[in-house]
C-alpha cells in the first residue's frame, strides 16, 4: 500500500505539567487511515547498593485526537501508544470517521514531567486510497422485513462467504439501519427497499431516505417519495423491473435512477435477460446506464445463496462512500460467484464505467476462468466470441475499436452438462467519445 510519513517531536517542560495543548499537523488528500504512535521515556531504571534495580515513572504523556475543523475525535489517555483512525474501524476510545484532508491536531495532556523535562516523538502514518477490487452484495433481507436472519447475521454470513460489503435492504424499513453491527472485515453500508405494488426500488447509502410512511398511491406520489430519496442522497435503483410478479409497472421513463438491477438471484433467467436486452438497446442510444446485480437473499438456500450473483466494484477504499461512488460510476462488474469469473479492463487510463478517447487502445484481464467458457466482448459494432482453452484460467486481451461507442463484457459458462451455457458475469462498459 502506498504510505506516507510524517514524524513530529515536542519537547515538554516542567512548567507545562498539568496542562494541555494541541500540536498540529496536516492530513493530505485521499487518505483512507491515520496511524499515530508515539513514545518517550516514561520509566527510569536505578540500580541499588544490593545490585537491585528500581523502576521509576517520571513521565506520563496522553494522547487525545482533533479532527478537521477542530471536531474531537477521541483519547486513550496514556495506556496506548499506538492508535488509528479510518471510515470504517478506529481503535477503541476513538470515533470511526472519514480521514478528510485538512489540519488536525493531536491532543497533548502534559500529566507529569520530570524535572529536567521530556521530549516526545509522534510517528504518523497516512495510508493513501489505491483502487482495490471489492465484491459486495446489494439486495438483501433480514428479520426486520422478511429474512431470516439479523443483521448481524447477514454481515457474519457475508463475511464467510467471501465478500468485502453488503447492503442491507428490507422492505420499507429503515430501523436496521440504526443498528451497531461490528463484525470485522465486511463493511455494512445502510440500505431500504421501497416496496409497492407497481415496483421495488433500492434506496442506498443513507439510513433514513424518507421522513413520512412509505406508501403511496399515484405516479406523481411515487414520483414525489423518490425524489425525496435521492435528495437526502439515495442511489435509486430500480429493482428487478422485468419481473413479471413485482416488475417496474411506473414506467421507467417516468423516474431519475442512478442504476438498474440487470441480474436479481431470486428471479428466472428469462426476466433477467428480458432486462439485459432492454439495457443493450439502451446502449445503442448511446445511453449510459449504470447496472448492478443483488442476490436479493432471504433466507438460506442453496439455489438463492448471499452473493450470488455479487457486485465487483474498483472502488478507491471500502468505506461506505467510495463504494457507493463507485457503483454510481458503474465502475464494476457483476459475477455469479464470489469467486469469480472476474474482470479488469482499462483504456487510455480509464476503467469500466468511465469515457475514454476514441480509438483507445483495451486492456483486457480475465481471470478465475474455467475450460470451455464463452467470453463475449461486445461493442455497438458487434460482439467477438472467444472459447477458453482446456486448462485455460487466465486470458489477456488488447483490442482497437475506433468507431465504437462503447465496449463491455460478458462470460458464458456450463455449470451442469445437461443445460445450455448460462451467464456467469457481465459488465459495465468502458464508453469512448
Given at each position: 500500500m502506498n504510505k506516507e510519513e510524517?514524524?513530529?517531536?515536542?519537547?515538554?517542560?516542567?512548567?507545562?505539567?498539568?496542562s494541555y495543548f494541541l500540536l498540529p499537523f496536516e492530513v493530505p488528500e485521499d487518505v483512507e487511515k491515520v496511524e499515530i504512535t508515539y513514545d518517550y521515556t516514561r520509566f527510569s531504571k536505578e540500580t541499588k547498593e544490593d545490585n537491585g534495580t528500581v523502576c521509576k515513572e517520571i513521565n506520563i504523556v496522553d494522547l487525545g485526537l482533533n479532527g478537521v475543523g477542530g471536531s474531537y475525535i477521541g483519547s486513550s489517555g496514556s495506556d496506548r501508544s499506538s492508535i488509528y483512525i479510518s471510515a470504517v474501524k478506529s481503535s477503541q476510545g476513538f470515533a470511526a470517521m472519514n480521514t478528510d484532508a485538512g489540519k488536525w491536531s493531536i491532543i497533548v495532556g502534559a500529566y507529569k514531567v520530570q524535572d529536567c523535562?521530556?521530549?516526545?516523538?509522534?510517528?504518523i502514518t497516512f495510508t493513501k486510497k489505491e483502487l482495490r477490487l471489492l465484491k459486495g452484495d446489494t439486495h438483501m433481507h433480514t428479520l426486520g422485513s422478511d429474512?431470516?436472519?439479523?443483521?448481524?447475521?447477514v454481515a457474519q454470513l457475508g463475511k464467510q462467504l467471501g465478500l468485502d460489503f453488503i447492503f442491507v435492504?428490507?422492505?420499507?424499513?429503515?430501523?436496521?439501519?440504526f443498528q451497531n453491527v461490528d463484525v470485522d472485515g465486511i463493511t455494512v453500508i445502510p440500505g431500504t427497499e421501497w416496496t409497492h405494488?407497481?415496483?421495488?426500488?433500492?434506496?442506498?447509502?443513507?439510513?433514513k431516505?424518507?421522513?413520512s410512511a412509505f406508501c403511496v398511491n399515484s405516479l406523481a406520489e411515487a414520483q414525489e417519495k423518490l425524489t425525496e430519496a435521492k435528495k437526502n442522497g439515495a442511489l435509486l435503483i430500480l429493482n428487478h423491473p422485468f419481473c413479471p410478479n413485482c416488475g417496474w409497472k411506473w414506467g421507467i421513463e417516468n423516474f431519475?435512477?442512478?442504476?438498474?438491477?440487470?441480474?436479481?438471484g431470486g428471479l428466472s433467467i428469462s426476466a433477467n435477460l428480458k432486462c439485459l436486452e432492454w439495457w443493450q438497446d439502451q446502449l445503442l442510444k448511446q445511453r449510459k446506464i449504470p447496472i448492478v446485480g443483488g442476490s436479493d437473499f432471504h433466507s438460506l438456500d442453496v439455489l438463492r445463496?448471499?452473493?450470488?450473483?455479487?457486485?465487483?466494484?474498483y472502488a478507491k477504499s471500502n468505506t461506505n462512500e467510495d463504494i457507493i461512488q463507485a457503483i454510481r460510476n458503474g465502475n464494476s462488474y457483476i459475477s455469479l460467484f464470489t469467486k469469480g469469473p472476474d474482470l479488469y479492463a482499462e483504456a487510455g487510463g480509464k476503467i469500466l464505467g468511465e469515457t475514454a478517447i476514441h480509438g483507445s487502445e483495451l486492456t483486457i484481464r480475465f481471470w478465475n476462468l474455467k475450460t470451455d467458457d464463452l467470453i463475449r466482448i461486445i461493442t455497438d459494432q458487434g460482439t467477438e466470441e472467444i472459447i477458453c482453452g482446456e486448462g485455460a484460467r487466465e486470458m489477456d486481451f488488447k483490442r482497437n475499436y475506433n468507431e465504437a461507442k462503447f465496449c463491455r463484457f460478458e462470460i458464458m459458462r456450463n455449470l451442469t452438462p445437461e443445460f445450455e451455457r448460462m451467464m456467469v458475469l457481465i459488465s459495465n462498459p468502458i464508453y469512448f467519445d
Open positions: 510524517l514524524i513530529i517531536e515536542r519537547f515538554i517542560k516542567k512548567e507545562e505539567e498539568g523535562g521530556c521530549m516526545v516523538t509522534y510517528h429474512g431470516t436472519l439479523s443483521v448481524s447475521g435492504t428490507d422492505h420499507n424499513n429503515y430501523a436496521h439501519n405494488y407497481r415496483g421495488h426500488a433500492g434506496l442506498l447509502g443513507v439510513k431516505p424518507f421522513e431519475e435512477y442512478d442504476a438498474i438491477e440487470i441480474w436479481n445463496l448471499m452473493g450470488m450473483p455479487c457486485i465487483c466494484v
